[in-house]
């Protein structure tokens, strides 16, 4: 995006992570939309809730506009991305997820704490407020 004096505006679409946290929570849904009552209600419901938050944090810090603030929520990311690996583990052992759908889940979370990470340090680093 453009402003009207020429300044390049970042975009939550152009940060790395708030993608990458998009496509594994529509991956997610996916998955847990097929499982039965029981499964949804007492580990599908957390599982989505836990993945979906990762991105929905990220988003909410970045609408934010004093760093601390924007920080905090680049933590809470951090915190639901490390639950979401917790269910996935979870769904693997009840078998509920196959090898293929739980290494395809780990392998796009484990790309998340180094970008996560990125942001609470650009944020740090780039914000004066």
């Known amino acids: 995006m453009v402003g009207s004096m020429g ?3 970042l975009r ?3 940060i790395n992570a708030y993608t990458i ?3 594994i929570s529509d991956y997610a849904w996916d998955l847990v939309s097929k499982w039965d009552w029981l499964n949804k ?3 599908g419901v957390q599982f989505v809730s836990a ?3 990762v991105g929905g944090n990220i988003a909410e810090g970045f609408g934010r506009y004093h760093k601390k603030d924007k920080q905090k929520f680049y933590y809470n990311a951090r915190g639901s991305l490390y639950e979401a690996i917790y269910w996935t583990e979870k769904s693997k052992k009840r078998k509920l997820i196959n090898s293929r759908e739980y290494q395809h889940i780990v392998t796009t979370l484990n790309k998340l704490p180094k970008e996560i990470n990125w942001l609470i340090k650009i944020t740090e680093e780039k914000l004066t407020m």
């Open 12 to 14: 939550l679409e152009n």
């Open 21 to 23: 946290a998009d496509k």
């Open 7 to 9: 300044k390049s505006f």
């Open 51 to 53: 993945i979906d938050s």
């Open 41 to 43: 209600r007492t580990l």
